[in-house]
């Protein structure tokens, strides 16, 4: 059974960084048969996903298009973790997070438990 | 792709049948998954690559569809059932999801 455990602080400063972190059980960050992801869900209830890493032989990274250039996802194998890093900050950033692990046959089949993040001054 | 699924809500008996449908902008073969959220939870995978159900998820829910055009369907609903739905992509990057479809109890 994976388990997903989330970590990192629920208030941000606008223009500062949100940074979580989603500790892995159950599996490896470098399994060849599993995608770990980031997902949001915003105020309004709306699911976005934000980009994920994969391990097939070597590091791969994909991120939505409108986060390019603020977004890094960094899995660490020392710890069987990933991490989700989002630079420049702003309110509309403000949503629920949640790390989640897709398997090769489909689907978000893991989901941690969530945190919410609000940015605020 | 974009994903737009119908109804945005509805509201049925406790033993309906109840339908959710999930078009896609593309065709994206069988690479649709739907989700079940109750509030203050996380998604829960109900369906993966449109039809098979996940482990642990009752029989009452299916899935179907190919290509642009998908259907998730409760038969017989259950009180636990109150939630929300969505359908989500994995053709290919970026993923996206539906804008979901909030099930209540008539």
């Known amino acids: 059974q994976v388990h997903l455990q989330q970590s990192g602080p629920g208030l941000v400063k606008p223009s500062q960084t949100l940074s979580l972190t989603c500790a892995i059980s159950?599996?490896?960050?470098?399994?060849?048969?599993?995608?770990w992801n980031w997902v949001r869900q915003t105020p309004s209830g709306g699911l976005e996903w934000l980009g994920r890493?994969?391990?097939?032989?070597?590091?791969?990274?994909d991120y939505t298009f409108s986060m390019k250039g603020r977004i890094t996802i960094s899995p660490d194998t020392s710890k069987n973790q990933f991490s989700l890093q989002l630079n420049s900050v702003a309110p509309e950033d403000t949503a629920i997070y949640y790390c989640?692990?897709?398997?090769?046959?489909?689907?978000?089949?893991?989901w941690g438990q969530g945190t919410l993040v609000i940015v605020s001054s | 792709t974009q994903l737009t699924q119908s109804p945005s809500s509805l509201s049925a008996s406790i033993g309906d049948r109840v339908s959710i449908t999930c078009r896609a902008s593309q065709n994206i073969g069988k690479s649709l998954n739907w989700y079940q959220q109750r509030p203050g939870e996380a998604p829960k995978l109900l369906i993966h690559?449109?039809?098979s159900l996940q482990s642990g998820v009752p029989s009452r829910f299916s899935g179907g569809g190919s290509g642009t055009d998908f259907t998730l369907t409760i038969n017989s609903l259950q009180p636990e059932d109150v939630a929300t739905y969505s359908c989500?992509?994995?053709?290919?990057?970026?993923?996206?999801f539906g804008g979901g479809t909030k099930v209540e109890i008539k």
């Open positions: 989500q992509q994995s053709y290919g990057t970026p993923l996206t």
């Open positions: 989640t692990r897709m398997h090769t046959t489909g689907g978000h089949d893991s």
């Open positions: 159950g599996d490896s960050v470098s399994s060849d048969s599993a995608a």
């Open positions: 690559t449109a039809s």
């Open positions: 890493t994969v391990y097939r032989s070597k590091w791969y990274y």
